[in-house]
């Protein structure tokens, strides 16, 4: 499967970074994260802050393979489906880049711009909190098949 088809109806992942059916893959960029525009940087080190926790995870419980469930990944996109409030897409905004030059946003275009519901600052406190914790939820850790 590739990634256009995964992503035929929009972008579909686990906090912006992981997807289902695409082991070892992280993703870096806004979207369906904090979509802070204005400092790329910030976003792009809780990013890999949080990629390199799941790595370190995963080497030292003896696992090679690190994947989301395709539960967690649904239930991810529901949560942002979920927000009524949006940074992008505004359609009262000045036609550009940020709300497809004013025309009418379907799910798939929805979904590619999407960010946290409460806003850049609680998802750097959610993915914190995700993070630290440990129990990295809706991620798998595994030891792939006829490799042990």
């Not at 035929?8 to 525009?37: A, K």
Request: a negative charge.
């Amino acid at each position: 499967r590739t990634m256009t088809d995964h992503w035929s109806d929009g972008m579909q992942t686990l906090h912006g970074m992981q997807m289902h059916g695409f082991p070892n893959l992280f993703i870096i960029g806004v979207s369906q994260g904090g979509n802070l525009i204005s400092n790329i940087t910030h976003n792009l080190v809780e990013a890999g802050t949080t990629i390199a926790a799941i790595i370190a995870h995963a080497q030292s419980s003896g696992r090679s393979e690190v994947e989301v469930s395709e539960e967690a990944e649904l239930a991810w996109l529901e949560l942002l489906e979920g927000n009524v409030q949006g940074f992008l897409g505004n359609p009262d905004c000045t036609p550009g880049y940020y709300n497809n030059e004013g025309k009418p946003m379907g799910r798939r275009e929805r979904l590619n711009a999407m960010g946290y519901p409460g806003g850049p600052v609680a998802y750097f406190n959610y993915i914190n909190e995700w993070r630290s914790n440990g129990a990295f939820a809706g991620v798998e850790f595994r030891i792939p098949e006829g490799s042990q």
